[in-house]
């Protein structure tokens, strides 16, 4: 599903213009971002919770010429599901 198909299935589940619900998308996705970037959690009970992780510097593998490369350390963002979300996936 692509963004604007999302911005379409919100739109007619909550009678919001289509203008309105992309909006409300645009807003929840700053929102996570800006609580993200500042270290922050996200969580929303039973569906899951965004997060960030740390990852230490590592040697990686270039697999075309199998030089070795560093890799620094760095932050990334995760999900973990949610039981509620486990459960509807799972059918």
């Given at each position: ?9 919100v739109a007619a589940k909550s009678s919001l213009s289509k203008k309105d619900a ?70």
């Open positions: 599903m692509t963004k604007s198909e999302f911005i379409d299935q992309q909006r409300a998308v645009d807003a929840f996705l700053e929102v996570v971002e800006e609580s993200l970037a500042g270290g922050g959690d996200v969580s929303f009970t039973g569906f899951g919770k965004f997060h960030v992780q740390s990852r230490a510097a590592r040697t990686g593998v270039n697999p075309r010429t199998g030089e070795k490369v560093d890799i620094a350390a760095g932050r990334v963002p995760k999900f973990s599901p949610g039981s509620a979300l486990k459960a509807a996936v799972k059918g």
